[in-house]
């Protein structure tokens, strides 16, 4: 990478990118937006260690991956009552909740098993709200690739949720 005053063009270029990256795997908005400023803090850090190898979007997004990481590590999940809705404590009746969590973690544990390209291209595309062209850029593949391979993930998850009825 060169100076730093390109560092604001990369920035431009690349910022929703690897914020919508970061979305997928926090959804949270505003951690997400926090994310990225580190990631593209940690950037400048290593701007070195860019050798062109791999597409800019690949290298910042892996980037953002390690700054997740670290966030998690420092952080782990909790919740505190006080910040549950209210609403959340009005449940509708039994029989209902128990067959929508069935579906609903059926449907999530299916997806936690599809191999990798699938699960992180599915997460990516459903979660992250990421574009064909944006997934593959992450991936350093061609938005043709990320459609063929979200396309044959999703007949994946569809053949095994079929299989399991």
């Not at 730093?4 to 690897?18: H, L, R």
């Not at 260690?49 to 420092?74: E, H, P, Q």
């Not at 999530?108 to 992180?120: T, W």
Request: charged share 30%.
């Amino acid at each position: 990478m060169q100076a730093t005053d390109d560092m604001e063009d990369v920035y431009q270029q690349y910022a929703q990118t690897v914020y919508k990256y970061l979305l997928s795997l926090t959804r949270d908005d505003g951690l997400a937006e926090e994310l990225t400023q580190e990631t593209f803090f940690q950037a400048i850090r290593c701007s070195d260690r860019f050798d062109g190898s791999c597409a800019m979007s690949t290298w910042l997004c892996g980037i953002a991956k390690n700054v997740w990481r670290t966030y998690c590590r420092k952080h782990p999940p909790h919740e505190d009552i006080a910040d549950v809705p209210e609403e959340q404590f009005a449940r509708p009746s039994a029989e209902s909740e128990i067959l929508q969590s069935d579906e609903r973690v059926t449907l999530f544990r299916r997806l936690h098993e599809l191999p990798e390209p699938y699960r992180e291209i599915m997460y990516l595309r459903v979660f992250g709200g990421l574009s064909f062209r944006e997934i593959g850029e992450v991936q350093g593949k061609t938005e043709n690739w990320a459609r063929v391979t979200f396309y044959r993930g999703r007949e994946k998850l569809r053949k095994d949720l079929s299989d399991h009825e």
